[in-house]
């Protein structure tokens, strides 16, 4: 059977006057495209007998040899066995070997990227770097790239924009999958571009149409081997400004990126309770990121063994120098061990700086493993990390240890605050702290949910700032405690939470706006007359920020504002930040400390 493997003319036959650009990728040829269909169902009985004999012929000669029977005696039954293994050998062999020659050596050359045969080879040559993508490559600025209206494509809807002629080809290439979507940017050297094709790509392989997700306005060089892989576009989520929060002296005007209506005006209202109480105040009590690597011994007792000479005060100064060669910044706290049988978890504590840490204490806990390699040769090494640090998932060890900062934040609201500004009482307020935070969270078993919902301003503060949303998980630990003080007259409350993992270097804080947003709380970028400062500066903003969220949710509910709330975020009067016109139609803004709950929705 002859298979005809010439290049595909430019411009199909049946489609007079359509450009080249304009022209449907063509279906690639495979071997098995020139077999019948009853062939598929012969590959199936073949593949079927060839095991089945492997397995019976295996099965007889282990027989024999346990009952050591010479063997060369083959009986007809082996004999047909063997048969059948070379035909459905030599069939499997030649049905799947057309398909693999060809897609080596008989490749068509429309997968390649121009016409011209060193190109085409280039690209295969690229397909088998050892590096994942973006490690090796560092994109040139990323030139305005002019793109021209087509038609539409089968059934996806059309995009106001589309690939240009040269950008079809590579198009085509990945739909058919000669060029892996991940390879985009180290081919290109332009990000922009490799994800205006990958997106184009993906509407084409999934018949769904992307329209509606923005491309244009992002830094894709900025993501590249750091934020996020085979980009697409970008999601866009509203920032609002609460505050000011006065917290240790000092104002500051808090990012949040969130979707949740009321939520930046509520955390708004507590500011500025916090603001005309006298402000709030923030202490660090612990800073230290954890990693707690497993391993393997042969026996409990030498799991023991280990665990005696880690905890031991005359060998901490050694391990600390073999751990701190990791970075400058990195310094060794505390190691603190648990044994489940011949397995031993190691929790290695240490400071990080102005950075979050993990990637630190990572490389850190690495050079302590190796160093211990020498001394205990039996030990292996399950896992860098065995979940007893614990990272991104609620655990009683972040609760009691902590884990990156570990803050606490106070106020004391005058009473004439709380019934004028939160619209409630110091009574209310405590009597419904003390069944719903405390012992409504102990009902539900909570593990560091004793607040109302920290876990809000956390995740909102997180985003607009650049920081990892997962860890939201054990950052919102939080218990909140009000207390009435001053004769009963005034309210003591406070945010206890000893697992907020920050940074203001590495990771998302690069991005322009979670820089800018960083920039506007003055913790951009590392510290270079303290190390860590800005990192714990930031926070202690969170804390306050909590602080201010639980105080205003607290009294929205002691007063019964919540329901109502909501309703006027449905009829589109945001609580506390502006007023709806009936008569005129339109929004008249207030001024941020001077709008309260009650005058929402009223003249």
């Known amino acids: 059977m002859l298979m005809d493997v010439r290049r595909r003319p430019s411009r199909p036959a049946n489609m007079p006057g359509l450009k080249t650009e304009d022209a449907p990728p063509l279906p690639s040829t495979k071997a098995s495209d020139a077999l019948p269909h009853p062939m598929y169902f012969t590959s199936t009985v073949f593949f079927t007998l060839f095991f089945s004999v ?36 030599i069939h499997l062999v030649s ?6 020659v060809q897609s080596l050596i008989l490749r068509p ?11 085409d080879s280039l690209v295969r040559k690229e397909d088998s770097r050892g590096l994942p993508c973006g490690q090796t490559l560092d994109c040139p600025p990323v030139p305005v790239y002019p793109l021209a209206a087509k038609p539409k494509i089968a059934d996806i809807p059309a995009e106001p924009v589309s690939p240009g002629e040269k950008d079809e080809n590579i198009i085509s290439s990945v739909v058919a999958g000669t060029i892996p979507s991940y390879s985009l940017e180290s081919k290109l050297g332009d990000c922009k571009r490799a994800a205006a094709i990958r997106r184009e790509s993906l509407q084409r392989v999934t018949g769904k149409s992307l329209q ?49 209506g009321c939520l930046v005006a509520s955390t708004n209202r507590g500011c500025k309770a916090i603001l005309v109480s006298g402000g709030a105040t923030s202490v660090l009590l612990r800073d230290g990121m954890t990693r707690a690597p497993v391993v393997r011994f042969g026996s409990a007792k030498r799991a023991a063994e280990l665990k005696m000479f880690l905890e031991s005060p005359k060998s901490f100064d050694e391990l600390a120098a073999v751990f701190n060669r990791s970075s400058r910044f990195a310094r060794l706290q505390s190691i603190k061990c648990a044994i489940a049988g011949r397995n031993l ?3 290695f504590t240490c400071s990080t700086g102005d950075a979050m840490g993990m990637n630190m204490v990572s490389k850190g806990v690495q050079n302590v493993l190796d160093f211990l390699q020498t001394d205990f040769p039996d030990m292996d090494i399950i896992g860098i990390s065995g979940n007893f640090c614990s990272d991104k998932k609620p655990a009683a060890v972040n609760w009691i240890e902590g884990r990156g900062k570990s803050v606490v934040c106070e106020a004391v609201i005058k009473s004439d605050v709380v019934k004028n500004v939160l619209k409630t009482s110091v009574e209310a307020l405590v009597e419904l702290n003390m069944l719903k935070n405390l012992t409504g969270s102990a ?36 218990i909140t405690m009000m207390e009435a003080v001053n004769g009963g007259q005034d309210l003591h409350v406070s945010v206890t939470m000893p697992s907020i993992e920050v940074g203001t270097v590495g990771g998302g804080t ?20 303290s190390p860590g400062s800005n990192s714990a500066q930031l926070a202690s903003i969170v804390a306050g920020s909590v602080l201010a969220g639980e105080l205003s949710l607290m009294s929205a509910l002691a007063a019964g504002q919540l329901v109502k709330s909501l309703q006027q975020i449905e009829q589109g009067c945001l609580q506390g930040c502006c007023l709806m016109n009936k008569k005129e139609e339109e929004r008249i803004v207030c001024h941020p400390l001077k709008g309260t709950s009650s005058q929402v929705g009223t003249r």
Not at 109 to 119: C, G, L, N, T
Request: with cysteine.
């Open 54 to 89: 492997v397995y019976y012929l295996l099965g007889r000669w282990r027989e024999k040899i346990r009952t050591s029977t010479p063997l060369h005696l083959i009986t007809p039954a082996e004999t047909a066995a063997i048969a059948a293994l070379v035909a459905s050998f």
């Open 95 to 100: 049905f799947f070997g057309i398909d693999f």
């Open 109 to 119: 050359a429309i997968d390649s990227w121009s016409d011209e045969e060193e190109e």
């Open 212 to 260: 509606g997700l923005p491309l244009e306005g992002f830094d894709y060089e900025s993501i590249l081997g750091q934020c996020c892989e085979m980009p697409i576009g970008y999601v866009q989520i509203p920032v609002g400004i609460a505050g000011p929060l006065l917290l240790n002296g000092r104002e500051f005007s808090v990012p949040m990126a969130t979707t949740e």
């Open 345 to 347: 978890y190691m929790r």
């Open 443 to 478: 009902m539900a078993g909570a593990l560091g949910g004793f607040n109302a919902h920290a876990s809000n301003i956390v995740s909102a503060i997180y985003i607009a700032t650049g920081q990892d949303p997962a860890q939201n998980v054990e950052s919102s630990h939080c």
């Open 510 to 529: 690069q991005l322009a706006s979670q820089s800018a947003c960083l920039n506007l709380l003055g913790v951009k970028g590392a510290s270079k007359d």
